[in-house]
């Protein structure tokens, strides 16, 4: 029995390699090179980011991370111990004590697996992942039969029930690999943490710290004819990787606030179809939850194919808010935004074909350097009763106040006063850029259009480097981000600080002190903005800021690095895919559950959303609003 079980040993390892070999071949033909190296030393830290950073999102849902140390652990232990005591032809008793011990574990995780896919919840894919239980099942019960029992026990009817349990998980779980059954997200999600798309994701210093953006969108090398994607052969070949890495566990789907407001994007189909794509066939097959309003069957497509529209439609690509809430959710850290942007960019910079709005705002930033088409020099208007200067080369100051395309709208300029008198009460040296400041491009970034983004970046950062200034404070978390993170590859190196986090530094150096609220019955709740959280990291400072104005703070269900988009990212307010519902509306509804009078922002976006809702509302207002109300008070 020992020898036919150490055959049984080295045939899963060569059906192993020959799975791994098959799926390589499809990934090597996406883009190698300077765009994405291969660096085998990346492999080195699959232990780091296995255990710590891919366990750190598992942890978030208990039962699934149970049911995953439990049943993959399991596994790896025993199988590990079988390649030592059969792969070497050992045959220790010790040691299939040790290996019948770590298949009881698994066999554990084996039922915490086939109880949730008994009443699965809607987000999860069924069909082939259904057969997950007894795939696994089949293999743990077999690892146990060999280690447990004695080998006179093993022949007859008994050896040949070892294995062919052992044969039918093996196979599943090598063979299967090659043809794409679900096991491969295993070996595909280990390969895929060593080879990260966005290995700047494991450095735990941060973006500030390190110097190297976690969230940034990679520039385009356009004088070498980077147009995007348009193909799957056009992604590099660490993002074709990542896309099979895919679990299916429907997380990002469950996230998504386009799915949720039934428009036709599902972030976990969208990577599934990028797996079609890579490999050849349709989308006839997916088990999971379709495009809201497209049927499956309908789309194909192959390595060298265009993905439009033969595999998705262009509204799926233009339903997207980039909120990175799907990014947030991923347990597998897939990167589902970039592939998204980088299929717009192709969309955009080889057929122009934006939708709605789109193209007149990317023509208005070209041309006037202002989305909305206005005058530059109107930016300032709102200011000039305030007596706030305007920065000017030779004169140096502490804070520059870049205030982004809200300086044009007349609510959100009721903000931005808000903010200058704050700044006034705490003696800031500040000034505003007025008709110097061009946009940052971040909407043209988002819709696809890098050639614009990049014109208007280096607009910007040539306009900066003739000033003198020690830091820049904003309102707008999208000017912001584009400062902070995506001006340093084009050479634009700045402290940005979002105004929240300004005035709680204010708050907490004892330069603002605000009348603290007493007796109030006004239930306050806080909107986390997209780019200011899980973009920025910054989650702690407009809490800080409410609890110092003593407001009730009464969370909403999805908060935090985990809240809900308000649908006014990426482009998508111009796009405007229609849906079943807005996201806006999806949002206040958020807020009405917890009986909130008031919902808190700290951004223009944000604003201009929520209040658009029609109908009975919280009021909206942004933190600045409050905490120079306290300040005259």
């Known amino acids: 029995m020992n020898p036919i079980i150490t055959a049984l040993f080295w045939l899963a390892v060569v059906g192993l390699l020959s799975g791994l070999m098959r799926r390589a ?35 978030r849902d208990p039962y699934i991370a149970r049911t995953h140390i439990a049943t993959a652990g399991g596994a790896i232990a025993a199988m590990a111990l079988v390649a030592i005591n059969y792969g070497f032809m050992l045959y220790w008793p010790a040691l299939n004590a040790a290996i019948a011990l770590f298949a009881i574990v698994m066999l554990i995780g084996v039922l915490f697996v086939w109880h ?27 690892l146990l039969l060999m280690g447990i029992l004695p080998v006179g026990v093993l022949s007859g009817l008994t050896a040949a029930l070892t294995v062919l349990l052992l044969g039918f998980g093996a196979w599943n779980m090598t063979i299967g690999i090659g043809r794409g059954g679900p096991m491969k997200h295993a070996l595909a999600g280990l390969l895929h943490l060593a080879f990260h798309p ?81 490999a050849g066939g349709s989308d006839a097959n997916f088990a999971g939850s379709p495009y809201p309003g497209i049927p499956l069957g309908k789309h194909q497509g192959g390595p060298q194919k265009a993905i439009f529209p033969g595999l998705i439609t262009p509204d799926t690509l233009w339903s997207c808010t980039t909120c990175r809430a799907c990014v947030e959710e991923c347990p597998m850290l897939i990167e589902h935004v970039d592939a998204i942007v980088d299929m717009r960019r192709h969309q955009t910079l080889a057929h122009g074909a934006v939708p ?39 004169r140096s100051v502490d804070v520059l106040l870049v205030v982004g395309e809200g300086g044009f709208d007349m609510r959100y300029q009721r903000t931005l006063r808000a903010l200058v008198k704050v700044l006034q ?44 200034f020690n830091r820049i404070v904003t309102a707008d978390p999208h000017v912001m981000h584009s400062l902070r993170n995506e001006y340093p590859a084009f050479g634009g190196r700045y402290e940005v600080l979002h105004h929240t986090t300004f005035m ?60 809900r988009c308000c ?67």
């Open 25 to 59: 071949t499809l990934w090597r033909a996406g883009r190698t090179g300077a765009v994405a190296p291969v660096q085998w030393i990346a492999l080195l830290a699959v232990p780091k980011r296995y255990f710590v950073d891919l366990h750190h999102v598992v942890a």
């Open 116 to 142: 949730r896919r008994r009443t699965p919840p809607a987000r999860l894919s069924l069909g082939a992942w259904n057969r997950l239980p007894w795939v696994l099942g089949a293999l743990a019960l077999g």
């Open 198 to 278: 966005r290995p700047e994701r494991f450095n735990k210093a941060g973006p500030v710290k390190s110097g190297t953006p976690t969230t940034a969108l990679k520039p385009l090398i356009l004088e070498q004819g980077e147009l995007g994607v348009s193909k799957p052969v056009e992604f590099r070949w660490n993002q074709l990787l990542s896309f099979d890495a895919c679990v299916q566990c429907g997380k990002c789907e469950a996230a998504c606030p386009a799915f949720a407001a039934g428009q036709p994007l599902n972030p976990k189909k969208l990577i599934q179809d990028m797996v079609v794509g890579m």
């Open 356 to 394: 709605g709005k789109g193209p007149e705002v990317l023509a208005n930033l070209r041309e006037t350097g202002s989305a909305g088409g206005f005058d530059l020099n109107v930016r300032y208007n709102w200011s000039i009763d305030l007596n706030v200067p305007q920065v000017v080369p030779g």
């Open 425 to 468: 009460a705490g003696s800031v040296d500040f000034a505003i850029l007025g008709a110097l400041e061009s946009d940052t491009g971040d909407v043209a970034r988002r819709l696809g259009d890098e050639a614009t983004f990049q014109s208007l970046a280096g607009r910007l950062i040539a306009t900066l480097s003739t000033l003198s």
């Open 504 to 563: 709680a530094a204010l708050a907490k150096q004892g330069k603002i002190v605000p009348r603290v609220a007493v007796d109030n019955d006004q239930r306050f709740t806080y909107h986390d903005p997209c780019y200011l959280g899980r973009y920025n990291g910054e989650i702690e400072a407009p809490r800080d800021l409410l609890k110092l104005l003593g407001l009730p703070l009464h969370e909403m269900a999805r908060n935090g690095m985990r809240g």
């Open 567 to 633: 649908g006014g990212g990426g482009g998508a307010p111009l796009t405007d895919i229609p849906g079943k519902q807005r996201i806006p509306d999806i949002r206040i509804h958020d807020a009405r559950a917890v009986r909130a009078d008031t919902v808190v922002v700290g951004c223009p976006n944000c604003t201009a959303m929520l209040e658009g809702v029609v109908g009975p509302r919280p009021d909206v207002r942004d933190i600045a609003e409050l905490v120079a109300a306290a300040l005259e008070a």
